[in-house]
């Protein structure tokens, strides 16, 4: 959703586009006949899309700004691991 906020130009952003989609329900061919089968399935697909906005700003590349990045592994208190900067 647009906030009318300017985006950042010396950096990149990202955006997550989420998209929940649930085919309707189907329409049976006869109503009043008891005999129509109507059983189905409905399954809900959900797609989660990451979105890059690069200004044209910056100088570096794709490349070097990637190995400038450093990581390392930090334990969390939940379940997993999480990779940081």
Same mark, same amino acid.
């Not at 329900?25 to 189905?40: A, G």
């Given at each position: 959703?647009?906030?009318? $906020?300017?985006?950042? &130009?010396?950096?990149?952003?990202?955006?997550? @586009?989420?998209?929940?989609?649930? #085919?309707?329900?189907?329409? =049976? $061919?006869?109503?009043? &006949?008891?005999?129509?089968?109507?059983?189905? @399935?409905?399954?809900?697909?959900? #797609?989660?899309?990451?979105? =890059?906005?690069?200004?044209?700003?910056?100088?570096?590349?794709?490349?070097?700004?990637?190995?400038?990045?450093i990581w390392h592994i930090e334990k969390t208190?939940?379940?997993?691991?999480?990779?940081?900067?």
């Amino acid at each position: 959703m647009y906030t009318g $906020e300017a985006l950042p &130009n010396d950096r990149e952003s990202i955006f997550w @586009l989420n998209i929940l989609d649930i #085919s309707a329900k189907p329409k =049976f $061919e006869n109503k009043n &006949n008891l005999n129509v089968n109507s059983n189905y @399935l409905q399954l809900p697909i959900h #797609s989660r899309i990451k979105l =890059f906005y690069r200004p044209e700003k910056l100088t570096r590349s794709l490349s070097e700004a990637y190995n400038s990045v450093i990581w390392h592994i930090e334990k969390t208190r939940s379940k997993g691991l999480s990779l940081c900067r």
